[in-house]
Antibody, heavy 123, light 109 residues
Framework: QVQLVESGGGVVQPGRSLRLSCAAS????????MHWVRQAPGKGLEWVAV????????YYADSVKGRFTISRDNSKNTLYLQMNSLRAEDTAVYYC????????????????WGQGTLVTVSS | SYVLTQPPSVSVAPGKTARITCGGN??????VHWYQQKPGQAPVLVIY???DRPSGIPERFSGSNSGNTATLTISRVEAGDEADYYC????????????FGGGTKLTVL
């Protein structure tokens, strides 16, 4: 079955960097687009970024554009989110999610989700 | 940027029908996805592409989308349906971005 396991979260000071990872198994990772979605404490879901199956297309939310970079290593079945210049408002649980089907990067739903990793930005 | 508007809360008695709306400018021209999230858990996709159900989602869950409103309908509501529900679309007007509604808390009375 599909498994997505996020890691790399923790407490970080404002302005610093952090890299999240998402280890995927149970499906052909290299065939699917992948998403990052976050949820601030007590708040709703916020889409962060998406990457195409081969890494050639990447799209970001305005709130993270220029600071965050989504990437993937299909040889390791792993998705990444490099987060730079972190701010207090980036504090959230970060989920990775798999697209519902192969094909176009956008318009897809997020069918499978990991359990999330908590990032806390605080001095 | 594209905005999705959901009611903050909806209440329904067990066995009745719950309808959760998601408003957006000409949302009928977009594909709408719906997610259920229970406390402390990751979201679960319950409806995609307006009205399709992923494997394992009960037939009690259905969706529609027309004009400026998409609707998630839950028939014969059960206590276990109590959760937050989020609609989601893709905004390709300026750059390709995912957009979530603010979420609706479904309370089963």
């Amino acid at each position: 079955q599909v498994q997505l396991v996020e890691s790399g979260g923790g407490v970080v000071q404002p302005g610093r960097s952090l890299r999240l990872s998402c280890a995927a198994s149970g499906f052909t990772f290299s065939s699917y687009g992948m998403h990052w979605v976050r949820q601030a404490p007590g708040k709703g879901l916020e889409w962060v970024a998406v990457i195409s199956y081969d890494g050639s297309n990447k799209y970001y939310a305005d709130s993270v554009k220029g600071r965050f970079t989504i990437s993937r290593d299909n040889s390791k079945n792993t998705l990444y989110l490099q987060m730079n210049s972190l701010r207090a408002e980036d504090t959230a649980v970060y989920y990775c999610a798999k697209a519902d089907s192969v094909g176009a990067t956008t318009s897809k739903a997020a069918l499978n989700w990991g359990q999330g990793t908590l990032v806390t930005v605080s001095s | 940027s594209y905005v999705l508007t959901q009611p903050p809360s909806v209440s329904v008695a067990p066995g009745k029908t719950a309808r959760i709306t998601c408003g957006g400018n000409n949302i009928g021209s977009k594909s709408v996805h719906w997610y259920q999230q229970k406390p402390g858990q990751a979201p679960v996709l319950v409806i995609y592409y307006d009205s399709d159900r992923p494997s394992g989602i009960p037939e009690r869950f259905s969706g529609s989308n027309s004009g400026n409103t998409a609707t998630l309908t839950i028939s014969r509501v059960e206590a276990g349906d109590e959760a937050d529900y989020y609609c989601q679309v893709w905004d390709s007007s300026s750059d390709h971005q995912g957009v979530f509604g603010g979420g609706t808390k479904l309370t089963v009375l």
